[in-house]
Nanobody, 118 residues
Framework: QVHVVESGGGSVQAGGSLRLSCADP???????????MAWYRQSPGKIRELVAQ???????SYAASVKGRFTISKDNARKRMYLQMNNLKPEDTGIYYC?????????WGQGTQVTVSS
């Protein structure tokens, strides 16, 4: 069973930074290392969209709207994934969800709110 724990959301002004964290503290290291993981966000009035993803091999990809500003990373030793968000814009506001793809199944976190004011 996947136990996804997210943290790091908050309120910042435009141009500021936040770092989101996603962990599954109950998983064993070898399983976490094999996970593909991603961050999605749902902005007010919009559907949930993919923000960034990282494969078990460390390959990354980003939505065009965040490329160059956001960085996704995975620390297998700590069983954590991060999303470093710099130069935040008001349109980055939304609920950010951690997604874990493990052994053919997908699990979601509860979401963490990010609010960027102009």
């Amino acid at each position: 069973q996947v136990h996804v724990v997210e943290s790091g959301g908050g309120s910042v002004q435009a141009g500021g930074s936040l770092r989101l964290s996603c962990a599954d503290p109950r998983v064993i290291l070898s399983v976490f290392s094999s996970d593909n993981m991603a961050w999605y966000r749902q902005s007010p009035g919009k559907i949930r969209e993919l923000v960034a993803q990282i494969t078990s091999g460390g390959g990354t990809s980003y939505a065009a709207s965040v490329k160059g500003r956001f960085t996704i990373s995975k620390d297998n030793a700590r069983k954590r994934m991060y999303l470093q968000m710099n130069n935040l814009k008001p349109e980055d506001t939304g609920i950010y969800y951690c997604n874990i793809e493990r052994r053919g199944s997908t699990s979601w976190g509860q979401g963490t709110q990010v609010t960027v004011s102009s």
